[in-house]
């Protein structure tokens, strides 16, 4: 209706008359214009087969990029993890050590033992990400009378070979501290 009385209004600019029937024609031809028009428009709103193909492509290849990072990023926090375990364990210990007259335990069970305060040195021996409920630090412990008592703590097993460490590692020593691989061991020798 406003194509129709704006078509009126240019006639009677042009001429005092205008016919009806060329109001007709320029309606007919005006829809026709706006209907090709709204049939093109909406034609665009949709994506084409190959344009989805090269955004799922590209996002794929976008992924394939990023796994091999995320996994190792992954095996880096449980290597650091169980770096932060064996820290934590000798913390334990060198506490135990203060209370006891400088002796390290035996055992390392002897850490989550509660006392007669009811203080335990640990609620309980933290496991190694990597290996699960089979704690590798029970086997790992080993107390070494020379130097003074001293021991050594380790993962046992060869959980971290991807990260690119030996087996048994990493360690911790209470003369060295956390040694990653043997070569860092026998440099402190």
């Not at 640990?122 to 020379?146: D, F, H, K």
């Amino acid at each position: 209706m406003a194509i129709r009385s704006e078509l009126s209004l240019h006639c009677r600019g042009k001429r005092a008359t205008c016919q009806e029937s060329e109001i007709e024609s320029a309606t007919s031809k005006a829809g026709a214009f706006f209907m090709k028009h709204t049939s093109v428009y909406a034609r665009h709103w949709g994506f084409t087969l190959i344009e989805l193909m090269i955004v799922i492509a590209i996002i794929s290849i976008l992924c394939l990029i990023m796994l091999p990072n995320m996994m190792r990023s992954r095996d880096a926090a449980k290597l650091s993890s169980c770096k932060y375990n064996l820290r934590a364990i000798a913390a334990a210990m060198e506490i135990y050590a203060t209370d006891n007259s400088g002796m390290y335990p035996q055992r390392l069970d002897l850490l989550t033992t509660v006392d007669t305060n009811g203080h335990a040195y640990m609620r309980t021996i933290p496991n190694c990400p990597v290996a699960g409920n089979n704690s590798p630090y029970l086997q790992g412990y080993e107390v070494v009378s020379a130097p003074k008592n001293a021991y050594t703590l380790s993962c046992q097993g060869n959980y971290h070979k991807i990260m690119g460490l030996d087996s048994n590692y990493p360690k911790y020593s209470a003369v060295r501290g956390l040694m990653d691989s043997q070569d860092a061991e026998e440099d402190e020798k």
